[in-house]
């Protein structure tokens, strides 16, 4: 259970208490002239204990909600800086995520030694998949993402194990509807075919709205379903 769930459980726990304290208060005299009372108000008397602990469990759940919103503020960065020092590949995508392999710190052939990143796919039960650079770790929406400043593009390098290799690079994008944060952009190279030699590419930010970046790099690789081994390297917001 993350923090955001915890608060929001104790503030709804408290409110419906509250509520039921408040509505056996309120209706202790009323029960004695029922009688005169409306339909209406004989009804809400009758079913009070039912009634005021949802309308307790929903106030505290916004009370928790506003709590969390107050209490966590948009931590800002500037740019330039590597990926890895603000996002973690930890968001993984399609339905064949367990043929995904990720390595940091691969040593063979990378274009800034010591080390680069390996990246493979192995076709599964379905023929996509990525990989999501998020901050913090795991984040779909359920926290707030970065604000950045200064940055206009993210640059890279990227070459395939044997070429030919087709991914899409992604800055931004996530936002599901049931969740409270989401990115506030979302660009893309396109589908690219990448070379067997180190290639430089650029995803472009300018007039992007960067206040709040979740998803700061992906990669995704619709079709390839023979699988594909790509490598990655110096991913900076410049």
């Given at each position: 259970m993350?923090?955001?769930?915890?608060?929001?459980?104790?503030c709804s726990?408290?409110g419906?208490i509250a509520?039921?304290i408040?509505?056996?208060?309120?209706?202790?005299?009323?029960?004695?002239?029922?009688?005169?009372?409306?339909g209406?108000t004989i009804?809400?008397?009758?079913?009070?204990?039912?009634i005021?602990?949802?309308f307790?469990?929903?106030g505290?759940?916004?009370?928790?909600?506003?709590?969390?919103?107050l209490?966590?503020p948009?931590?800002?960065?500037?740019?330039?800086?590597?990926?890895?020092?603000n996002?973690k590949?930890?968001g993984?995508?399609?339905?064949?995520?367990?043929?995904?392999?990720?390595?940091e710190?691969w040593?063979?052939?990378c274009?800034?030694?010591p080390t680069?990143?390996?990246?493979?796919?192995?076709p599964?039960?379905?023929?996509?998949?990525?990989?999501?650079w998020?901050?913090?770790?795991?984040?779909?929406?359920?926290?707030?993402?970065?604000?950045?400043?200064?940055?206009?593009?993210?640059?890279f390098?990227?070459?395939?194990?044997?070429?030919?290799?087709?991914?899409?690079?992604?800055?931004g994008?996530i936002?599901d509807?049931?969740?409270?944060?989401?990115?506030?952009?979302r660009v893309?190279t396109?589908?690219?075919a990448l070379?067997?030699e180190?290639?430089r590419?650029?995803?472009?930010?300018?007039?992007?709205?960067?206040?709040s970046?979740?998803g700061?790099?992906?990669?995704?690789?619709?079709?390839?379903?023979?699988?594909v081994?790509?490598?990655?390297d110096?991913i900076?917001?410049?």
């Amino acid at each position: 259970m993350n923090e955001q769930s915890l608060v929001q459980i104790i503030c709804s726990v408290i409110g419906a208490i509250a509520a039921i304290i408040a509505a056996k208060i309120a209706t202790s005299k009323e029960k004695k002239d029922i009688k005169k009372r409306s339909g209406i108000t004989i009804f809400i008397i009758k079913n009070i204990f039912i009634i005021a602990p949802i309308f307790g469990l929903l106030g505290g759940l916004s009370i928790g909600s506003g709590i969390l919103y107050l209490r966590t503020p948009t931590m800002v960065v500037y740019a330039p800086f590597d990926i890895s020092e603000n996002f973690k590949p930890s968001g993984w995508m399609g339905a064949g995520i367990q043929y995904l392999k990720l390595n940091e710190q691969w040593r063979d052939n990378c274009y800034s030694p010591p080390t680069c990143i390996q990246n493979i796919y192995e076709p599964g039960s379905s023929n996509f998949a990525g990989v999501y650079w998020q901050y913090p770790d795991k984040n779909w929406g359920d926290f707030r993402g970065l604000t950045i400043r200064g940055a206009s593009r993210i640059t890279f390098w990227a070459r395939g194990e044997r070429g030919g290799e087709i991914v899409e690079f992604i800055a931004g994008g996530i936002n599901d509807k049931n969740k409270p944060y989401k990115d506030s952009f979302r660009v893309s190279t396109g589908q690219v075919a990448l070379s067997e030699e180190w290639r430089r590419y650029e995803i472009n930010l300018f007039e992007q709205n960067l206040k709040s970046v979740i998803g700061g790099f992906c990669w995704a690789v619709p079709g390839n379903p023979e699988g594909v081994t790509f490598y990655l390297d110096d991913i900076r917001y410049e």
